[in-house]
């Protein structure tokens, strides 16, 4: 490393962290006012009076922070090292009360990561006798986990713009309209009303006021929490499934999109490379699984039902099933783990590599086939959509897939050395980084605490898109030179 290098690389401030994570724990302390609320209605009190303790905890540190500077500038890399924080303490928070509905600590952990990293992946035997209050709560962190606590911090408290703008660049923002701040209360109204739509819809089809709203809180935010063990087979009519899919399909698209269709700019929202290409993939998946199903003995009808739910369940990374993924043959479910690896767009709810990357390592692709044939002194400008790309999207773009290989590569051989069979090993850590929760049946009660932890880790460093955690860890990001406040 240059001594020039050096100079000009400066080391997070851990005042500026502590203002940031104090208001967002104030943010987290009201989203958690919510589960509190619901078990004094279902009248589960010892939860109740956990979730009233974290939020004491969350004001009385938001209280401590409060005086601590403001930054005239937030660092990437201190804007990078409060989301990862944010995605890291809250799960450690909730597992709190998740505890008091009977589960030990180490499945508390592992519902409350997978549940704010809207994965959907469980450890746990059953819920269907657990409190109401434990289930609204997965699904409530789901969805205000898929939209970002930092967004919401942002679209609610943050009036300094330039450290809001960082915030937001970090979570997913792609392109952010006049400020950050303003962008995030325009995907909040979005997320709002795709919400309020989803829970509608499905209580006029027949679900219960309760089952609504947990499967629309976990649907729109790709998060795939059911109330019931058998997912979406445990609801009581094949078209709700299919809602609640659809549901999750609108939710892995870019919600900008949604803001320029409220603002009048249906064709340009329309004609979106991202979305066109995320309706083709889903209706790709949906038929090669149904082909594959009515291969191996299944009847066309139900074929093509429960082909449709898997491959958009799969593509949108929603997780949700319609049957037990491990009866399913190995084409459907390698199938399935290249669906979950791609996922949705980007600024979008959904997990994956996102569809945008895949775009760009396609037109590069294209670009060096293209160079073959021409003179060696021929300049090409890489555009996609008719926009120039610049080499450090390119680079950011490759970088982050290669990323998300390496990551399901090592965590993948982590299961072979326990044992594992190769092919539902690779679908189970896709679905962990990729956080869709689809799982073969290796995520149960039994699994072993390493692999636990794997999980863990892939979870959030999916949620996080590797790098925000790999700052989080680099020793340069806490020790060396800091600017001044």
């Known amino acids: 490393m240059t001594e020039g290098t050096l100079t000009l690389r400066y080391a997070v401030r851990p005042a500026i962290i502590g203002k940031y994570l104090g208001q967002l724990g104030f943010v987290l302390a009201l ?153 995030a209360r325009r995907v909040l109204g979005v997320y709002l009303l795709l919400t309020l739509a989803a829970i509608l819809a499905l209580y006029l089809l027949g679900l219960t006021p309760f089952e609504a709203i947990t499967h629309a809180l976990a649907a729109v935010s790709t998060g795939g929490f059911s109330t019931h063990d058998a997912s979406l087979g445990g609801l009581p009519h094949g078209s709700q499934a299919v809602v609640v899919v659809v549901i999750g399909l609108f939710g892995a698209i870019p919600l900008h999109l949604y803001h320029r269709l409220r603002m009048g700019q249906a064709m340009a929202s329309l004609l979106d490379m991202e979305l066109r290409l995320l309706l083709v993939t889903s209706v790709l998946a949906a038929g090669v699984l149904t082909l594959l199903l009515q291969h191996h003995g299944m009847g066309w009808a139900e074929a093509l039902f429960h082909g449709t739910i898997q491959g958009i369940s799969a593509q949108s990374t929603s997780g949700f099933s319609s049957l037990p993924i491990r009866s399913l043959d190995d084409g459907s479910k390698l199938a399935m783990i290249i669906a979950m690896f791609i996922g949705g767009g980007v600024g979008s709810t959904a997990g994956g590599i996102k569809l945008l990357r895949l775009m760009i390592l396609l037109r590069l692709l294209q670009l060096m086939l293209q160079r073959i044939a021409m003179p060696s002194h021929a300049v090409i400008q890489p555009k996609l959509a008719q926009r120039p790309l610049e080499e450090g999207d390119i680079q950011w773009a490759l970088l982050l897939i290669l990323l998300f290989v390496t990551v399901n590569i090592l965590s993948w051989f982590a299961f072979i050395i326990h044992g594992y069979a190769p092919l539902d090993a690779l679908f189970e850590v896709v679905s962990a980084t990729g956080t869709v929760g689809l799982s073969t049946g290796i995520t149960a009660p039994g699994l072993e605490p390493v692999l636990r932890l794997v999980l863990c880790a892939d979870m959030l460093l999916g949620r996080l898109e590797i790098v925000a955690l790999l700052v989080l860890l680099y020793p340069y990001t806490w020790f060396g030179k800091r600017t001044e406040s």
């Open 31 to 183: 989203l958690t006012a919510v589960p509190l609320l619901t078990a004094l209605i279902f009248a589960d009190y010892a939860i109740a009076l956990r979730y009233a303790a974290v939020i004491a905890l969350l004001l009385f540190l938001a209280w401590l922070t409060r005086r601590l500077p403001t930054p005239g500038q937030l660092q990437q890399n201190e804007a990078m090292v409060i989301v990862a924080m944010a995605f890291i303490l809250s799960p450690l928070l909730m597992s709190f009360p998740m505890m008091a509905s009977g589960l030990s600590w180490h499945d508390a952990i592992f519902e409350a990561i997978s549940a704010v990293t809207t994965t959907g992946l469980s450890t746990l035997a059953s819920v269907e006798e657990l409190p109401r209050t434990f289930l609204f709560a997965r699904a409530w962190m789901q969805w205000y986990g898929g939209l970002g606590i930092v967004v919401l911090s942002i679209a609610l408290l943050m009036g300094h713009h330039i450290a809001s703008r960082r915030l937001a660049e970090t979570t997913a923002a792609e392109e952010l309209a006049t400020t950050a701040r303003t962008y």
